[in-house]
């Protein structure tokens, strides 16, 4: 059974920045595509980075696009997501995910991010 | 990317069977088979429940089915149980950046 497990979330002031991280167990990490979705409070899902098995390519999200940056350490089976200049509608629940053919078959249980002075 | 519509909410009582639509555009739902729902109870992981429009992952219940038309994906649940009051998300293949777009959200209720 393939777990993820995020850590890294907080409470964080406008302008800072934060990294979050998934480990990722069960299977074998190098060979998913792997993303990142948040769920603003009282939101919807929302996709906000995605990365290749090979940590080759890298999508983002428009909002997010020059501030995050979506890290993949096949060595260490771990999935990053470091973000700069934060702002309050960062403010989130944090999932990284396993993505194959755009389907997310398998979650971690969320981290918090708060964007607040 | 703009998102896809999913109705705010929908009810049942247990044992009836409800039907969540997602309507998108040609350039996403109506272009690729891509679509994916998920069930999200809160505080907990998403779960995928139907990809490929109206494929089943294993261990998901066969209640649970999807289907898709032009650029209008739709989700119903069969013999409804009180566990499946949760959001349910589609999502889709949208070209573009490569990322997924996802529906708003439709709370289930199980009167």
């Known amino acids: 059974e393939v777990q993820l497990v995020e850590s890294g979330g907080g409470l964080v002031q406008p302008g800072g920045s934060l990294r979050l991280s998934c480990v990722v167990s069960g299977d074998t990490f190098s060979r998913f595509w792997m993303s990142w979705v948040r769920q603003a409070p009282g939101k919807g899902l929302e996709s906000v980075a995605k990365?290749?098995?090979?940590?080759?390519?890298?999508f983002y999200v428009d909002s997010v696009r020059g501030r995050f940056t979506i890290i993949k350490d096949n060595a260490k089976s771990s999935l990053y997501l470091q973000m700069n200049d934060l702002r309050a509608e960062d403010t989130a629940v944090y999932y990284c995910?396993?993505?194959?053919?755009?389907?997310?078959?398998?979650w971690g249980q969320g981290i918090l991010v708060t964007v607040s002075s | 990317q703009s998102a896809l519509t999913q109705p705010p909410s929908a009810s049942g009582s247990p044992g009836q069977s409800v039907t969540i639509s997602c309507t998108g555009t040609s350039n996403d739902v109506g272009g690729y088979n891509y679509v994916s729902w998920y069930q999200h109870h809160p505080g907990k992981a998403p779960k995928l429940i139907i990809y490929?429009?109206?494929r089943r992952p294993s261990g998901v219940p066969d209640r649970f089915s999807g289907s898709k038309s032009d650029n209008t994906a739709s989700l119903t649940v069969s013999g409804l149980q009180i566990d499946d009051e949760a959001d349910y998300y589609c999502t889709s293949h949208a070209g573009g950046n490569n990322l997924v777009v996802f529906g708003g959200g439709t709370k289930l209720t199980v009167l």
């Open positions: 990365i290749k098995p090979d940590g080759s390519e890298k």
């Open positions: 490929e429009a109206n």
């Open positions: 995910a396993t993505e194959d053919w755009w389907r997310h078959d398998h």
